[in-house]
DNA sequence: ATTAGCACTCGAGCTGGTTGAGTGCTAACA
DNA sequence: TGTTAGCACTCAACCAGCTCGAGTGCTAAT
């Protein structure tokens, strides 16, 4: 990206944020009035002409003002955006927005999600710790009829899962016992992950076993961990969403309702997030979300189990003030994860 | 409800018929040519006029033709309506569709809904059987840190709950089994209701009680099953809705949203269902569903356990393609859970 | 380099006219 | 007496034309 001079730099940011107060095109009189640099609507026109040109701004037709195009999004937050801190009475406020004690993780989750929603006034995304990376606590199976069994197993932060396996042999539950007491020795303290691994190493030397409890622990829990689990997104807030006047038309509402239907597009974009370290922005087509963009953030805990957390809003949202609450909350969680598993 | 005479019983669902097809209003031209009761315009408006009079019909305004009411269409459902059976061919191709082996209890339902709604191009609604009303089969404790810890319950049917409990003194992994152990002999079979009754019975007993481990296997599932479980609701096709001409106004849409977002109004109506037998339709305003409809069936096994699943579509559906799809999915639901309790 | 001035553009909103579907009423008819 | 043809009336929807005002781009003066 080219550099902008400080006079340009500073009426991009006027636009910028007065689109993001008013939804509405912003023209060069507003903004020679509104903002005190002494400059006629002229001189802001020529400025604007050029930021037009570099594809910063564009004007939905001739006698309209200019809006921020996503390009002009971009730049201003990466280049112009201030994030502030929250004050220390806010952060007091949020903390004590959540009440998490003696609630399971599912509700801690969607709980979260209402907050942030509800904080932010738009929609709040979390998504629920890939299970594959979460640390392996305890394995339960039960029979549920011949030849069909129900494996549970929970994370060190109490995470449940369940999934039906068919055994080829019924085995009575005194086994099953036996044989989730063997693999609660053999697999405790292991990632998910570790665990398969584990479990494809040992398979392979299958031949030379004797022991025959050994063999059906290790071909069932291999049968209840094979296939991927897919992550467990909450969303809240959609309706909020749709009071935004950039949704106001049926057509974009169906397309926006539609979009977190199907959850699987937040799914991806969350999942790309989880890579990276503290808050990040994804702006409007670079995702699939037209008109939408989603700040993110990561959440762990000392053990390694990492979710994300964020809220798809407008493009035009305010990011100085959702920023830190998206970052607040992640921490927040992080350090409610911890006490959990401790 | 007054009786009408055969002419316009006719007539009357004429009109229904019609504004099912197009969600137009329906004029007195249309049904005097499309439909061959050899009657004048004329004649038809003068039953239309008294139809009005009952408060079946109204005319959205002047020079449009009429609509049904709520009433207008209750008598239709009522009255009128005749539902055909599915034949051998439809019925062999929907219960192919549905295919449940080896999912778990919750893809089910979603798996369910997802194709109730597919097809009857609604919402699809599948609450998943009250878990107060299901037999117990399992109990187990995970122990997650200092004094709180992690039950597990499953019913017949493989449905998993859980939850975070707090022990008063912390009990370690092997006493916890212990406390299982005794627990899983004592409350095999009963429904969580019967084991609330018998905990609640056995409490009162306390006083007497010698026995340490039985004393604590008491109050800590006493606290695991003491507060209502409440009911998951699995909602799909939200979108489909929006494509139905009556929800085509920014303010219908953002109505019908908020309305599938709070889930309450929906669980509160299939709660409502729960009671009666077969299957039950709920019109309009009846229900909070401005414009809606709620076609719903319960379903259940042998040993009881209760669930029901619906659709909800606008007013204007056509019930008798819908209603024998909800019937027959209901049934094939209960007896998949039959089998699966085996 | 900045700005005042001005012609120009274009959407929003208002008006008035036309059209066509549909009604209610009345009088004639079987 | 029930049915129907005829007719005047109503009203939403559509369209064309109009004005208004916000905002632009360009040019010439400062």
Known sequence: MAELNERSQKILEAIV???????????????????????????????????EEMGLL??????????????????????????????????????????????????????????????????????????????????????????????????????????????????????????SNYLNRELNGLTINQVREKLKKEMQDEMTLYDQLRKRALSLSFAALQDEIEDQLYVT????????????????????????????????????SQSAQGVQIFIGSEVDLKGCSLISANFSNRKGAIGALGVVGPMRMDYSQVVPIVDFTAQLVSRVLDREAE
């Open 237 to 272: 807030g959609t309706s909020l969403m749709l009071e935004q006047p950039e949704f106001s038309s049926p057509d974009q509402m169906r397309r926006l309702i539609q979009t977190f239907e199907s959850k699987k597009i937040l799914i991806d974009l969350l999942d790309r």
């Open 58 to 179: 564009c004007s939905p037709h001739t006698s309209a003002g200019r809006i921020p195009t996503e390009k002009g999004f971009q730049y201003y937050i990466d280049s112009l955006l201030q994030i502030r801190d929250l004050s220390d009475k806010e952060k007091k406020q949020l903390r004590s927005s959540y009440r998490f004690s003696g609630m399971k993780m599912e509700d801690i989750m969607q709980e979260v999600g209402r907050i942030l929603s509800g904080l932010s006034k738009y929609a709040g995304l979390v998504m629920v710790p890939k299970f594959a990376t979460t640390v392996f606590r305890q394995i339960e199976f039960v029979r549920l009829s011949h030849g069909r069994l129900l494996v549970i197993y929970v994370s060190e932060t109490g995470l449940v899962q369940n999934k039906v396996i068919s055994a080829t042999a019924d085995i009575d539950q005194r086994e099953l016992e036996k044989i």
């Open 17 to 51: 944020k007065d689109y993001i107060a008013s939804a509405e095109p912003v023209g060069s009189r507003a903004i020679s009035r509104r903002h005190h640099f002494n400059l006629s609507p002229a001189s802001v026109r020529n400025v604007m002409a050029d930021l």
